[in-house]
């Protein structure tokens, strides 16, 4: 089959004969139909570790839709044909994390597209228990199902409730994901900080109340035009210092700060105590999708997130090198392979 393969940091050779790994009597082939591009495998691509341990030589890819084109023999309830979606986080069960209700930090977690063959090939070995049916969504709009699972996770973490006010820092495609499901949380208000005019217009098309360029205008004086006088929840997406340090500054009192973003691990912010934690802020982290991509399918299929405007084109597999080297192809939103 035809496959990118990540050989070495910043090295990827598409090869169109590469060996599809056997699969097992619990495992499905999957004719992959589309595989979005995400910023954790330009971290990969980059040298960097993903969610688990990276495992060269590697087809990354853990965003991604297809076609069932074999089952197992042990394999029930699936069937050849089957439009469906993948979770990338394969999960032991048994561990202690696992039989805590902890599973996100399974000890024995392996993903697919990180340390085990993933999307960015035409077909793709995966456990049965990775994937989900759909019927309504089309390929590349449910290739966005990973990451919206993942921000699903952050409605786990933190607190919220009818009426709360938001801020969301950064409003790229997890920041658009985010402000939609900030909404059917029952937000009041919901701003979007962000430097990009294109970005700005497609968050307030997606119910954003304002969308700033947070160089030119502060986010209270946003808020105060609207009424609003404190946030209750920022969510910061970029994942780099900065606007890390940013998102800490606009808490007021009793602010929820949550760190999505995934920066670089040498990455370091000063914290004040007395100024950002007295306030009796909290600081939260959310880390992949441990109990949120059924959740996150229903709610796709029942319409009710839009991610359409997320997506900012389709490319090949022989693109996908330029895509992950260059960030310009990654600016205007969601890039995704397709086959």
Do not use: W
Not at 4 to 12: D, F, K, N, Q, Y
Not at 247 to 255: H, V
């Amino acid at each position: 089959m035809k496959a990118a393969l990540l050989t070495a940091t910043r090295t990827i050779e598409v090869i169109d004969t590469f060996a599809l790994p056997e699969p097992g009597p619990d495992d499905v082939v999957i004719d992959v139909k589309a595989s979005g591009i995400c910023g954790s495998d330009v971290h990969v691509y980059n040298g960097s570790e993903g969610s688990t341990a990276v495992t060269l030589p590697l087809v990354m890819g853990h965003e991604f839709s297809g076609v069932i084109a074999e089952t197992g023999s042990a394999v029930a309830g699936l069937s050849v044909g089957d439009k469906v979606v993948v979770n990338p986080n394969i999960m032991c069960g048994h561990c202690h994390p696992c039989r805590s209700g902890r599973s996100a930090f399974c000890e024995n977690h392996t993903a697919v597209g990180v340390s085990r063959h993933g999307g960015f090939a035409e077909h793709v070995v995966v456990p049965t228990l990775a994937v989900h049916v759909i019927k309504k969504t089309d390929f590349v709009e449910a290739s966005l199902i990973e990451p919206l699972s993942c921000c699903m996770n952050v409605f786990e973490q933190i607190p919220h409730r009818l009426g709360d006010a938001y801020l969301i820092v950064g409003g790229g495609p997890i920041g658009m994901m985010m402000l939609q499901l900030a909404r059917l949380a029952g937000a009041r208000f919901v701003a979007v900080s962000e430097l990009v005019p294109e970005k700005r217009n497609k968050c307030l098309a997606l119910g954003a109340d304002a969308a700033f360029d947070s160089t030119a205008e502060a986010a209270g004086d946003v808020a105060a035009r609207f009424g609003v006088t404190r946030f209750d929840t920022i969510i910061e997406c970029v994942g780099r210092p900065a606007t890390q340090e940013y998102a800490l500054s606009c808490a007021g009192r009793m602010t929820n700060v949550m760190f999505f973003g995934l920066g670089s691990s040498g990455d370091t912010i000063p914290l004040n105590p007395y100024r950002q934690l007295i306030n009796q802020n909290t600081l939260y982290a959310s880390f992949i999708n441990p109990c949120t991509f059924e959740r996150t399918v229903e709610i796709v299929e029942a319409g009710k997130v839009n991610l359409a405007p997320i997506l900012a084109g389709t490319i090949t597999l022989d693109q996908l090198d330029g895509v992950l080297a260059d960030a310009a192809l990654r600016s205007a939103g969601k890039v995704v392979v397709t086959f």
